[in-house]
């Protein structure tokens, strides 16, 4: 009778066990194909991104454009806050970037009318004019 029990005990940890390493395969196999799938989506996305980058003609957008851009911005911003400080600096800056020394002159003057006390707004100023 023992010898019975215990050849059913063994079968029983006989197939425990296999049912363990089963299931540890099963889990290895899962691990491992998810991450091989992530490291392919992975490379596969940067070759189709730098494949998109390469086949789309560059865009050449010229400095006159980005700097008017950036004036009809600060103009849209100054029609809602006229004395918004940041907007008429950009605006001046941008309009000596683009040698409009009369057009920096409005957005310079309200700055030194804002800010009497900042000397680097009155030097432009009287840049602008020429001064």
């Keep these: 009778m023992e010898s019975t029990q215990k050849k059913s005990s063994d079968s029983?940890?006989?197939?425990?066990?296999?049912?363990?390493?089963?299931?540890?395969?099963?889990?290895m196999v899962g691990f491992g194909g998810s991450a091989i799938f992530g490291m392919v989506s992975l490379f596969g996305s940067g070759l189709s991104s730098q494949h998109q980058q390469k086949s789309a003609p560059p865009v050449a957008v010229s400095q006159e454009s980005l700097l008017a851009a950036q004036e009809r911005?600060?103009?849209?911003?100054?029609?809602?806050?006229?004395?918004?400080q940041t907007a008429l600096e950009g605006l001046a800056n941008v309009r000596l970037q683009m040698n409009n020394k009369v057009g920096?002159?409005?957005?310079?003057?309200?700055?030194?009318?804002?800010?009497?006390?900042?000397p680097d707004y009155k030097v432009l100023l009287g840049q602008a004019k020429g001064k």
């Design 12 to 27: 029983r940890v006989h197939r425990s066990d296999r049912i363990k390493q089963i299931f540890a395969l099963v889990s």
């Design 73 to 84: 911005g600060y103009e849209t911003v100054l029609q809602r806050e006229p004395q918004n």
């Design 104 to 118: 920096a002159i409005e957005p310079l003057e309200k700055l030194v009318k804002l800010n009497p006390d900042r």
